[in-house]
């Protein structure tokens, strides 16, 4: 019988804390991590490989594409593009240059029912899953469509509470017995206090987290960041939302927040939920938080995925697609869509690699 998620959380042997070390892998389109600590058991990233999507936003700037600047944007991490360069050669070559450099990352795949609704999510996430094993790679999904997502905020959005389970239960159809990991609904638990229903919502969370890992698969259930609800109040509210079947938390999902930062935060709310292990999200806080979340200006790209360590941190993703807007503030067009020009001062953290 295999384990499940939290069985290989509560079995996995403890990794001492340890120096965040960078890969120098230039352009290579998946990165891979070595166990840390001889014969430990197994967690869901040791070894692995991290899928590159060929059609993300990143990749059809890169080349160009028409269609990425003609699509309606729905949610966060979906389509469209926005700025440009006015023509200036040397603007459009910058800009190609960082969506080149930028498509190349391993990033999450975000799963947002405005673009891939029921009935059709099964389909394009089993062709992304086949994609990912023919070369030998493991994709990352971003699950974001929670009834009143966000709260009506920049990424305002979701399902009906029942319609959500049905299109959880398709997401979760198309994973299983595949090796993939899946971040559960940034935002969703840190705003529960402040957005409708609590309890509805924790319920929601807590049957989405038990479905995935009654199908054992990997499963991180977002516990904000080290700048939001202190670590004994997200804790509680992780317990509400059904942590204890996760495979983990996540933490700094959209965030800025710098790796020191995430891991003192992570570890400590680790030591509150009986030593859960927890993914950091570094793709965009290479110079750390200004105190801004909505588009700040003169951030940059944090280190690549896989190569942070801690004691009980099972991997640095990038989990949001650096590149793509937080939201119609501070001159960003509306979530999710391409925005070239951010692109470009992102990218500048590639120089610190």
Same mark, same amino acid.
């Given at each position: ?16 804390l ?5 890969l ?11 166990s840390r ?27 160009a ?10 949610s ?6 926005s &700025? &440009? ?18 498509a190349?990352?391993?990033?999450a ?5 405005e ?8 389909d ?6 086949r994609?990912?094993?023919?070369s ?8 974001? &469509?929670v ?5 009506g905020?920049?990424?305002a959005?979701?399902?009906s ?13 198309a994973?299983?017995d !595949?090796r ?9 638990v ?5 957005c409708?229903?609590?309890?509805a919502?924790?319920?929601? *969370? ?8 009654d199908?054992?698969?990997?499963v991180?259930?977002?516990? &904000? !960041?080290s700048?939001?609800r ?5 804790a509680? *509210? ?6 204890a079947?996760?495979?983990g ?5 959209s ?7 995430e ?5 400590e709310?680790?030591?509150l939920l009986?030593?859960? !292990? ?23 790209v ?14 640095n ?23 070239p020009?951010?692109?470009?001062q ?8």
């Amino acid at each position: 019988m295999p384990r499940t998620p939290r069985d290989r959380r509560r079995t996995r042997t403890a990794v001492a804390l340890g120096v965040v070390a960078v890969l120098l892998a230039g352009g290579a389109l998946a990165v891979s991590l070595v166990s840390r600590v001889p014969n430990a058991a197994a967690g869901p990233f040791d070894g692995a490989q991290l899928y590159v999507d060929p059609s993300s936003l990143a990749a059809r700037a890169a080349a160009a594409d028409p269609a990425a600047a003609t699509e309606e944007p729905t949610s966060s991490a979906t389509v469209g593009t926005s &700025g &440009g360069s006015n023509g200036d050669p040397s603007d459009v070559a910058q800009q190609l240059a960082a969506a080149e450099r930028l498509a190349a990352e391993p990033t999450a795949i975000w799963l947002v029912p405005e673009r891939y609704p029921i009935g059709t999510v099964r389909d394009t996430v089993s062709e992304v899953v086949r994609s990912a094993e023919r070369s030998g790679s493991m994709p990352v999904f971003t699950v974001y &469509g929670v009834p009143e997502r966000d709260c009506g905020n920049q990424s305002a959005g979701g399902l009906s509470s029942d319609e959500y389970q049905d299109w959880v239960a398709e997401i979760v159809a198309a994973v299983a017995d !595949h090796r993939v990991a899946v971040i559960l609904e940034p935002d969703a638990v840190a705003l529960a206090p402040d957005c409708g229903d609590r309890t509805a919502r924790m319920r929601q *969370l807590a049957a989405a987290t038990e479905q995935f890992a009654d199908a054992s698969v990997p499963v991180y259930l977002d516990g &904000g !960041h080290s700048d939001w609800r202190p670590p004994a109040e997200m804790a509680e *509210l992780l317990r509400e939302a059904g942590v204890a079947d996760a495979t983990g938390f996540a933490t700094n999902v959209s965030n800025y927040n710098t790796t020191e930062d995430e891991i003192a935060y992570a570890e400590e709310l680790s030591g509150l939920l009986d030593g859960a !292990h927890y993914v950091i999200d570094t793709s965009r806080n290479g110079s750390g938080s200004n105190g801004e979340w909505c588009n700040p200006s003169g951030r940059t790209v944090g280190q690549q995925p896989l190569t942070a360590q801690a004691e009980h941190l099972d991997a640095n993703l990038w989990v949001k697609a650096p590149g793509e807007s937080d939201g119609a503030c501070n001159g960003g067009p509306l979530a999710g869509v391409w925005w070239p020009e951010q692109a470009v001062q992102l990218a500048k953290g590639f120089s610190a690699w």
